[in-house]
């Protein structure tokens, strides 16, 4: 039974419908395309030399206009966003990650400061009061002799760079060291209310370091001083005035630089006078601190103006002056560099002091290594 029911049973070719034949035409044709797809006839396939290269001149125009149309895409793409500016690549940003660097949210850190030696003159609850110095043997000019060879503008270039730099900090005195040891200054200095002590060394009459003392319970930083050019020497250099200055710290970003930048805050008043247009500047770049002392100046100047009546004629058209307030920076100086070898806990002490960082050559590993 089951046989003859199956041999009753019509196929499935006569049961199809004409609809399901037009389907099957459409799959082969597909089959067939993506076939053509996966293997494009390349022009080294055909024999005929003239079928050959219309077929690589056409496969060339394809080529060319694809290339067209993903130039043209990129275009509208840059019309539609701004080009990225591109960042040089510098010792500066590709420095070496520092734990200690400052952050903004670091609570540790501003504990540190309303705890540590200059609050209280940054709070200005007491006002600065600088006592400026030479090292020993070399407080007044030497005088000129046949065996000197050195000239007058050198000999006098360590007691100028005292002279500007009174000038420069509002408050300050200058007192002779004498043969008197740095302990007794420090001491001279307490005893009179002084907050910070300054010390010049000189080397052959010419500065080359620096010392900053904080009273009367430290810290002590040692600088070395470089490249120092006075007043007299700078090209259109200005005469400040006696206003206090504003100052701008740059780039103090470690824990190091900051206490730093806070030592050098100590030294000016915390109440600026703006009408004097007074800015001294302590910029760090690679550890280095560059001082710069400039006033702003403002001065108007009159530009001419055509008129824009189109009546009147090209010769009998009448200008018009405007005035325009315009702002630039004249440098008062001095100038120089610090360069930061030792800060030491305290007062100076060179036999029982602590230090807190110390410089040294072996420390200088990479060029994109920094401490302050």
Same mark, same amino acid.
């Given at each position: 039974?089951?046989?003859?029911?199956?041999?009753?049973?019509?196929?499935?070719?006569?049961?199809?419908?004409?609809?399901?034949?037009?389907?099957?035409?459409?799959?082969?044709?597909?089959?067939?395309?993506?076939?053509?797809?996966?293997?494009?006839?390349?022009?080294?396939?055909?024999?005929?030399?003239?079928?050959?290269?219309?077929?690589?001149?056409?496969?060339?125009?394809?080529?060319?206009?694809?290339?067209?149309?993903?130039?043209?895409?990129?275009?509208?793409?840059?019309?539609?966003?701004?080009?990225?500016?591109?960042?040089?690549?510098?010792?500066?940003?590709?420095?070496?990650?520092?734990?200690?660097?400052?952050?903004?949210?670091?609570?540790?850190?501003?504990?540190?400061?309303?705890?540590?030696?200059?609050?209280?003159?940054?709070?200005?609850?007491?006002?600065?009061?600088?006592?400026?110095?030479?090292?020993?043997?070399?407080?007044?000019?030497?005088?000129?002799?046949?065996?000197?060879?050195?000239?007058?503008?050198?000999?006098?270039?360590?007691?100028?760079?005292?002279?500007?730099?009174?000038?420069?900090?509002?408050? &300050? !005195?200058?007192? /002779?060291?004498? =043969?008197?040891? #740095?302990?007794?200054?420090?001491?001279?200095? +307490?005893?009179?209310?002084? @907050?910070?002590?300054?010390?010049?060394?000189?080397?052959?009459?010419?500065?080359?370091?620096?010392?900053i003392i904080g009273l009367p319970d430290g810290p002590t930083a040692h600088f070395k001083l470089s490249k120092l050019v006075l007043r007299k020497d700078i090209k259109n250099h200005g005469n400040p005035t006696s206003h206090k200055p504003e100052l701008v710290l740059n780039n103090f970003t470690t824990r190091l630089g900051h206490r730093i930048g806070r030592m050098i805050q100590s030294l000016f008043p915390q109440d600026p006078n703006f009408r004097g247009r007074r800015v001294v500047t302590f910029h760090n770049q690679r550890d280095y601190i560059f001082f710069r002392h400039h006033r702003y100046i403002f001065e108007t100047k009159e530009s001419k103006v055509a008129s824009k009546?189109?009546?009147?004629?090209?010769?009998?058209?009448? &200008? !018009?002056?405007? /005035?325009?307030? =315009?702002?630039? #920076?004249?440098?008062?100086?001095?100038?120089? +560099?610090?360069?930061?070898? @030792?800060?030491?806990?305290?007062?100076?002490?060179?036999?029982?002091?602590?230090?807190?960082?110390?410089?040294?050559?072996?420390?200088?590993?990479?060029?994109?290594?920094?401490?302050?």
């Amino acid at each position: 039974m089951t046989k003859e029911k199956k041999r009753k049973q019509p196929p499935a070719d006569a049961a199809s419908s004409p609809g399901d034949e037009g389907e099957r035409k459409e799959r082969r044709k597909d089959k067939k395309a993506k076939k053509e797809r996966a293997d494009p006839i390349r022009p080294s396939q055909i024999k005929n030399k003239e079928k050959r290269s219309e077929l690589h001149a056409k496969l060339k125009r394809e080529k060319k206009a694809q290339k067209r149309k993903l130039a043209q895409e990129r275009e509208q793409a840059a019309r539609r966003a701004p080009p990225e500016r591109q960042v040089p690549r510098t010792i500066e940003n590709t420095r070496e990650p520092d734990e200690t660097a400052c952050r903004p949210d670091d609570q540790e850190l501003f504990a540190g400061n309303d705890a540590d030696e200059f609050n209280a003159v940054l709070k200005q609850q007491i006002a600065p009061k600088v006592l400026i110095t030479t090292c020993r043997f070399n407080s007044g000019f030497i005088s000129m002799s046949s065996n000197n060879i050195l000239s007058a503008a050198y000999i006098q270039r360590g007691p100028a760079f005292i002279e500007e730099l009174m000038q420069v900090i509002p408050n &300050s !005195q200058y007192v /002779k060291r004498g =043969t008197y040891e #740095l302990k007794k200054i420090v001491e001279y200095a +307490t005893n009179r209310d002084f @907050t910070s002590l300054i010390v010049v060394h000189t080397n052959r009459r010419e500065p080359d370091a620096l010392m900053i003392i904080g009273l009367p319970d430290g810290p002590t930083a040692h600088f070395k001083l470089s490249k120092l050019v006075l007043r007299k020497d700078i090209k259109n250099h200005g005469n400040p005035t006696s206003h206090k200055p504003e100052l701008v710290l740059n780039n103090f970003t470690t824990r190091l630089g900051h206490r730093i930048g806070r030592m050098i805050q100590s030294l000016f008043p915390q109440d600026p006078n703006f009408r004097g247009r007074r800015v001294v500047t302590f910029h760090n770049q690679r550890d280095y601190i560059f001082f710069r002392h400039h006033r702003y100046i403002f001065e108007t100047k009159e530009s001419k103006v055509a008129s824009k009546d189109k009546t009147t004629k090209k010769s009998e058209s009448k &200008s !018009q002056t405007e /005035k325009q307030v =315009t702002c630039r #920076l004249q440098e008062c100086g001095p100038r120089f +560099t610090l360069k930061l070898l @030792t800060l030491q806990h305290g007062t100076f002490d060179t036999k029982s002091g602590e230090y807190e960082w110390v410089h040294k050559a072996d420390m200088d590993t990479s060029r994109r290594r920094f401490f302050l």
